[in-house]
């Protein structure tokens, strides 16, 4: 049996194919996903799982460089603002942040090799990861 945080075997095996500056988007029930890329669903109901019980166990496992939020989450839900950061900040990383409009967010989801759905029910609850190196 695997020995790290996150047990999905699914999400696992795409963040371990993953190379450099590669996208994985974490999004809340509502983001349209596109039909061209992969779709992990977690989603059982509203707010199960919610955003950070998926994105922290993901950052146990990727080394994130970049990130891209909504610049709405700052008008919509400064809560879920400051509960990534935190995560960030407990998983050890500081990546850089990028911030665009949601129009702009969704269609840079395109570019994301997977994108994990979670049950979060609240406003801009979505990141895009690009992944980094650990040497």
Known sequence: MKKGRLLNSELSYEIAKIGHT??????????????????????????????????????????????ILAREIHDHNIPMYAAI??????????????EVSHEEFKKITHESEVIVRTGECSPYSNIILKSGVTF
Do not use: W, Y
């Open 22 to 67: 590669a996208h994985i988007t974490v999004c809340d029930a509502g983001l349209p996903i596109p039909k061209d890329v992969k779709r992990i669903d977690l989603a059982i109901e509203a707010g199960t799982p919610n955003f950070i019980q998926v994105l922290k166990p993901i950052l146990s496992e990727m080394q994130v460089e970049e990130i």
């Open 85 to 98: 950061m935190k995560a960030f900040k407990e998983a050890g990383m500081d990546p850089k942040i990028i």
